[in-house]
């Protein structure tokens, strides 16, 4: 199962996250798993709420730009090599992956990775077949 993420773009000026996480805050949106990425004009926050619709609307009215992605949410063992032995699973499969982040959200021993990859559906059944939990809500 695929998880919505919600992009949003903001200008690289001082406070703009803080504007973001504020709005969210107002609607009672808890915050699962972020990511920033920038560059000298601009950045993309990613990120994954318990109310994405909240999330949206909210970010709608204080005049945001955001879209919506799906992605894959994998559970993992917290120890050396457990991310690897996915990257492995990937490349070894030729799924690419477009980007990938950690989640706030895991229970204790686990960690949980977002992946963005270029064949979802691949993806998923390589993840399903190797027996790894795939996490399906926040």
Known sequence: MRIKQISVF????????????????????????????????????????DKEEAALEALAKAGFTTRISDVVAVEIEDKPGSLARVMELFQKSKVNIEYLYASLEGRAGKAVVIFKLQDQELGLSLIKEQGLAVVESF
Not at 20 to 40: E, H, K, P
Request: glycine share 10%; no cysteine.
């Open 10 to 49: 903001l200008e690289n000026n001082a406070g703009r996250l803080a504007e973001v996480t504020g709005v969210l805050a107002q609607a009672g949106v808890n915050l699962r798993a972020i990511s920033i990425a920038d560059t000298a004009d601009f950045g993309i926050l990613r990120l994954i709420a």
